[in-house]
């Protein structure tokens, strides 16, 4: 089992910058990815950004990309998420997912979870 612990969310002015990170714990050599998503009230969870665990490439959703900016550590086993020019709609609880096998970027390909951490954009 791997386990997941966002930090990073709080209310930021749109424009702004935020860090959001994930520590991960338990069977973190199993990892072959680890993700960020999103889901604002009343919608879907999405997929926002994730990471190749062996090799770092990475993988943005196309409303964010040249915005966010995803990257690991894996001697501390953690993933952050850099977001810039944040607006009004990036608003929603960020989730940090991983996974140990599978494929693909959207929910079903993570096993893990952490509990999520508010981001709030105002106008």
């Known amino acids: 089992q791997v386990q997941l612990v966002e930090s990073g969310g709080g209310l930021v002015q749109a424009g702004g910058s935020l860090r959001l990170s994930c520590a991960s714990s338990g069977r973190t050599l199993s990892i072959t990815a680890m993700g960020w998503f999103r889901q604002a009230p009343g919608k879907e969870r999405e997929f926002v950004a994730a990471i190749n665990w062996s090799r770092g490439n990475p993988y943005y959703a196309d409303f964010v990309k040249g915005r966010f900016t995803i990257s690991r550590d894996n001697v501390k086993n953690t993933v952050s998420l850099q977001m810039n020019s944040l607006k009004p709609e990036d608003t929603a609880v960020y989730y940090c997912?991983?996974?140990?096998?599978?494929?693909?970027?959207?929910?079903?390909?993570?096993?893990?979870w952490g509990q999520g951490t508010q981001v709030t954009v105002s106008s």
């Open positions: 997912a991983a996974r140990d096998s599978g494929y693909g970027l959207g929910v079903l390909g993570y096993q893990y």
